[in-house]
T-cell receptor
Framework: KQEVTQIPAALSVPEGENLVLNCSFT??????LQWFRQDPGKGLTSLLL?????REQTSGRLNASLDKSSGRSTLYIAASQPGDSATYLC???????????FGQGTTLQVKP | DTGVSQDPRHKITKRGQNVTFRCDPI?????LYWYRQTLGQGPEFLTY????????KSRLLSDRFSAERPKGSFSTLEIQRTEQGDSAMYLC??????????????FGPGTRLLVL
């Protein structure tokens, strides 16, 4: 059974700091891993998708890495801003399945 | 706006009542998913359609839950005889048919259900 874990559950940093969010998964047979952002009471917005054959993806100040063999992914946010405050969720799609399996999320607060 | 839409956005009901939610996916997206999210947790998969065919159902989907996608376009999720434990955010997502490794699911804003 695939399990996805995110550490830490919550994080508070001052504006301008670089930070890393962690995600681990138990079954390396995945199609891809995705990072999502969720604002309070809202739906999910896809940030980055890393295919199982890839090692990392970048979009603006965000960089996500994937180490399938160790079952780990990190989301690096450079020069954090108050607008980055949200919950960040990672999710994987297992091989032969289409559903996303989510971690419980990391709630980030960036203080001005 | 051509994103995924859900209706209603909020629903308050009394225990024992039936409720129905609607999801309109992005046009021409063949795949449609329903997830449920409780406070402080990540979304959990409920069910998946490819066109009008319901291909997978979670064990979370008890016999009080039923989902349809009659013409392969919009979908409905009905909960009969609601219980307080059904209180959650119900999320719908859609994606185009294609390689799973490249699949991005696009989420709607969700329907927040509160059962009193």
């Amino acid at each position: 059974k695939q399990e996805v874990t995110q550490i830490p559950a919550a994080l508070s940093v001052p504006e301008g700091e670089n930070l890393v969010l962690n995600c681990s998964f138990t079954d390396s047979a995945i199609y891809n891993l995705q990072w999502f952002r969720q604002d309070p009471g809202k739906g999910l917005t896809s940030l980055l998708l890393i295919q199982s054959s890839q090692r990392e993806q970048t979009s603006g100040r965000l960089n996500a890495s994937l180490d399938k063999s160790s079952g780990r992914s990190t989301l690096y946010i450079a020069a954090s801003q108050p607008g980055d405050s949200a919950t960040y969720l990672c999710a994987v799609i297992r091989v032969s399945r289409g559903k996303l399996i989510f971690g419980q999320g990391t709630t980030l607060q960036v203080k001005p | 706006d051509t994103g995924v839409s859900q209706d209603p956005r909020h629903k308050i009901t009394k225990r024992g009542q039936n409720v129905t939610f609607r999801c309109d996916p992005i046009s021409e997206h063949n795949r449609l998913y329903w997830y449920r999210q409780t406070l402080g947790q990540g979304p959990e998969f409920l069910t998946y359609f490819q066109n009008e065919a319901q291909l997978e159902k979670s064990r979370l989907l008890s016999d009080r839950f039923s989902a349809e996608r009659p013409k392969g376009s919009f979908s409905t999720l009905e909960i009969q005889r609601t219980e307080q434990g059904d209180s959650a955010m119900y999320l719908c997502a859609s994606s185009p048919l294609g390689e799973r490794s490249q699949e991005t699911q696009y989420f709607g804003p969700g329907t927040r259900l509160l059962v009193l």
